[in-house]
């Protein structure tokens, strides 16, 4: 039981103890230095004191003060509370400069040092401090996004407006205008000229710069800096990025049908009133992109931004059918932050689709040509059970039931029936589309290409059709035929030729020649 006691007792000894026990770990500071860091003082024997934050170690404190200049003057130590005093027993030079140093082996009284060297200097009689860069804006090695970033540089004291712009120098050059503020101790650039992406820019700040007193520089000072905080490349390929994203890149859009375009690589299936969409991984500069982009063979278009990153463009009139055309996007392309394309792009595509697919008159055998004579039934309509087929240099019948009597023109004239049948490269004509009658109109010719009558009638278009349930065929009535004579039935082609319904049109033109 007593052995129990004497170990309660030694526990909480231990603990009044250890309660009331404090460390201390931080370290001391300097308050004040008197002459104030780069000041002019007038007096012979200026007052030279040290404030710091706590008590120190005298002996400690003393040994780690100094004063140096033009020469090193002599002085007693003494000590006010935590104020360290050093009382001059001499005269200081005149026109000198002098700098007190505290350095961090002065200790405070449970041996903690400062944490760095304490310094201030001053002139006597004139100012011969020198001037120095007490900060840069931007920091060295900063990357900016603001591409007319001002410079802002801040002296210890006040400068020159002459000397600050022969004193400072940006490299590569910007232009630009240089003012001081605050009292003229700090100086701003404004650039004219933006700032180059991806460009690294360096300040000097020479010792061409002067303080009021005429005092350089005390030193020249260095400072660089990035233009841009985003240098990845902007891209067109889905696989370049992870995960993969492919809603980027090149696409022909008609109406619903969205077809992923390969660069490098001709892609079919394209339709001829298709909009080229360009889909980019990051937001884009609408200018310098714009002008990346061409088409060749030469295309004019217009194009609409759907936003930042997607470029829609539109051809102003159909692409031509089965033409193979090139979408290139140059490296010129640029992302809002100046970051170029990582490549080229080039985007082979060709116009054929089930929709855009060019019509030819319908072959005879392997490489005839052929129409055929539709016939007339006994009420003076057209009748298909009555036909022939006619070839090149075939002879058009004019007896019944090929010919028909009508009054066109107060003249009574005989009239036949020419019909031509088309097809698409698919055979879907007649179920996809119909022929378009004015163009066939305009498309179609019918003339005399040479005769031994004596007759001056020249061959005559009464009218032209599209057959009942025949949206494939075109039927062409004339009248002033006389015999010994060769006719020539011509089609035009192209896109100012005959088209269907949709637009498509014949690639190569049509003539036949026949007899009557």
């Known amino acids: 039981m007593k052995q ?14 250890s ?34 934050s706590e008590t120190m170690d005298k002996p400690k404190t003393e040994e780690a ?10 002085g007693h130590f003494r000590w006010v509370h935590n104020t360290l005093y050093f009382d001059l027993i001499e005269n200081l030079h005149d026109a000198a400069v002098y700098t007190i140093t505290i350095r961090s082996s002065a200790e405070d009284k449970n041996g903690n040092n400062l944490k760095e060297d304490y310094t201030s200097s001053f ?33 210890s004291e006040t400068v020159r407006l002459d000397s600050a712009k022969k004193g400072f120098l940006l490299t590569p050059y910007v ?16 650039p004219y000229n933006n700032y180059v992406h991806g460009t690294t820019y360096t300040i000097t700040l020479s010792t061409d710069i002067l303080d009021i007193a005429g005092n350089p520089l005390l030193k020249e000072y260095k400072s660089i800096f990035k233009c841009g905080t985003d240098f990845t490349a902007p891209t067109l390929n889905p696989e370049s990025l992870q995960p993969p994203d492919y809603s980027i890149g090149c696409f022909a859009q008609y109406d619903s049908t969205l077809v992923a375009m390969q660069p490098f690589t001709t892609t079919d299936r394209i339709d001829k009133n298709a909009h080229l969409l360009i889909r980019f991984s990051k937001a884009m500069q609408r200018i310098d992109t714009k002008e990346s982009i061409s088409i060749s063979p030469p295309w004019d278009v217009t194009f609409s931004w759907e936003d930042d990153c997607s470029l829609r463009i539109i051809p102003l009139a159909p692409f031509h059918l089965m033409q193979t055309y090139v979408l290139t996007i140059s490296t010129q392309a640029k992302d809002i932050s100046g970051n170029t394309l990582d490549q080229e792009y080039r985007y082979p595509f ?20 052929h129409i055929y004579q539709i016939g007339w039934d006994n009420n003076g309509n057209p009748d298909e059970s009555k036909s022939r087929l006619l070839e090149n240099d075939d ?3 004019s007896g019944t039931p090929f010919s028909c009597s009508k009054f066109i023109n107060n003249t009574n004239v005989q009239v036949l029936i020419l019909r031509v049948q088309f097809a698409n490269t698919t055979n879907t004509l007649a179920t996809i589309a119909s022929l378009d009658l004015a163009s066939a109109m305009q498309a179609i010719s019918f003339s005399l290409s040479a005769t031994q009558s004596n007759s001056t009638l020249t061959p005559k278009i009464w009218k032209i059709e599209v057959p009942h349930n025949h949206p494939d065929c075109i039927d062409i009535y ?5 015999p010994q004579t060769y006719y020539k039935l011509s089609i035009t082609h192209g896109s100012n030729g005959i088209k269907d319904s949709l637009g498509n049109y014949m690639l190569n033109p049509f003539a036949i020649y026949c007899n009557m």
């Open 4 to 17: 129990l006691s004497i170990y309660i007792m030694l526990s909480l000894l231990l603990t009044s103890v």
């Open 123 to 155: 002139s006597t009689g004139v100012d011969l401090i020198k001037p120095e860069v007490v900060s840069i804006y931007p920091t060295d090695g900063a990357q900016i996004s603001d591409i007319f970033l001002q410079i802002i540089v801040q002296f």
């Open 395 to 397: 002879i058009i019948e």
């Open 478 to 482: 004339v009248f002033n035929l006389i």
């Open 19 to 52: 309660c009331n026990y404090f460390v201390d770990i931080d370290p001391p500071e300097v308050v004040s230095i008197t002459p104030a860091n780069r000041s002019t003082i007038t007096e012979n024997r200026p007052v030279i004191c040290v404030e710091f």
């Open 65 to 74: 003060f100094s004063i140096s200049g033009v020469h090193q003057p002599k």
């Open 350 to 369: 060709k116009i054929y689709s089930q929709y855009s697919q060019p019509i030819e008159v319908v072959p005879y055998g392997s490489n005839c040509k």
């Open 175 to 190: 232009i630009g205008d240089i003012t001081l503020q605050n009292n003229d101790t700090t100086l701003v650039f404004t």
